[in-house]
């Protein structure tokens, strides 16, 4: 079985930086600036009702930019972190802008978390900004080898190469941003170095059993069903990782446009391999979804939408699907039983709801 991803022209994932962007950037230097000085009333009575230092009596007040991060961070840090995501469920972190209020989160944060390789793109003048005020900024894929890293060719990328983001689909890989994880806040609060390691531990032995149900469930597909095709191109680490060839509408970024030739192509290739179903996502518009569905009718082969999978995105805060464990555990469910493959309804341990 070729597990390698069936290549289609895409976009890129950003363009290079247009002229509007060194505007931003400035503003949001003097923003930070103006909210770190101290005249204006409601900073001074911040600080006049904090209590006076007395150790390790405060948590962690960290921000996360997407919730697969802010999982990671909040199962590490335990009893001793809070955190909180800048981008909820359904919010496409390639089109995120942050905004003023954002702004003064990052500000006020201990620590700021994001993916890292490109994901946060419109991002990168806030995080150096705070960088430049002293504030810890983590790329949470930083231990990740790069070799491992998929690339694509891209010219208006430094070097022609573009980088996947998506790591998360692969739950094994994603286990090193636990470490970095770890490694961060022990930096940050030595004195809870040791119960960041053992929450760390515990996690990531979660994370390998998940990766386990994973890899059975989806060798159970048949060979020659085993196509995921989705409305943009985020489960190259995912088909990879399980053995899927997998194949987006649009290209990385959803900033990128399916084109009429590229929709034809998924509709010879459905109709060709007889692929039973096609699935969407969660925090991307199904449009191009349903014209590739309404294509391979027009040729005689009926393809269903096998299901709506989380990509960029987690699901609602406070349930299952909303943490990363249950996010993946309903991918991998819900692809292995839509393409032939035998997996429990309610998923790994009966936690998903019909």
């Not at 030595?190 to 996690?203: I, Q, V």
Request: charged share 25%.
């Amino acid at each position: 079985m070729n597990t390698a991803k069936t290549k289609f022209k895409k976009n890129p994932l950003m363009r290079k930086p247009t002229s509007w962007w060194p505007f931003l950037a400035v503003a949001l230097l003097g923003f930070l600036g103006a909210c770190s000085q101290a005249p204006e009333e409601p900073a001074q009575a911040a600080t006049d009702a904090a209590p006076a230092a007395s150790g390790k009596s405060e948590k962690i007040q960290a921000i996360a930019t997407v919730g697969m991060v802010r999982d990671v961070v909040a199962n590490v840090g335990g009893d001793f972190v809070e955190v909180e995501s800048l981008m909820g469920e359904g919010v496409d972190p390639h089109l995120y802008k942050p905004t003023r209020e954002d702004v003064i989160k990052l500000n006020d944060s201990d620590a700021v978390f994001y993916v890292g390789l490109h994901l946060e793109g419109r991002m990168t003048d806030a995080f150096k900004t705070l960088k430049a005020k002293g504030t810890p900024v983590y790329a949470v894929t930083e231990l990740i080898d790069p070799s491992y890293v998929i690339q694509e060719e891209n010219d208006e990328y430094e070097g022609g190469m573009e980088s996947d983001p998506h790591v998360w689909m692969d739950v094994d890989a994603w286990t090193k941003t636990v470490d970095a994880v770890a490694n961060a806040l022990s930096e940050m609060d030595p004195d809870n170095a040791e119960t960041y390691a053992a929450n760390a531990a515990a996690y990531k032995q979660e994370m390998a059993d998940l990766n386990a149900y994973g890899k059975s469930v989806t060798a159970s597909i048949p060979e020659n069903q085993r196509y995921l095709i989705t409305a943009h191109d985020a489960f190259s680490y995912f088909g990879r990782a399980y053995g899927i060839d997998v194949v987006g509408v649009q290209g990385l970024s959803t900033e990128s446009e399916a084109g009429v030739q590229d929709i034809n192509k998924l509709v010879d290739l459905i109709v060709e391999k007889q692929i039973p179903a096609i699935f969407v996502e969660t925090s991307v518009s199904d449009k191009n979804v349903r014209a590739i569905m309404e294509g391979a009718q027009a040729r005689g082969h009926e393809v269903v939408i096998g299901g709506e999978l989380f990509s960029d995105a987690m699901g609602e805060t406070g349930t299952y699907t909303g943490t990363y464990l249950g996010m993946m555990d309903h991918n991998l469910t819900t692809v292995a039983r839509a393409l032939g493959g035998e997996a429990p309804e309610a998923g790994k341990d009966g936690k998903l709801s019909e």
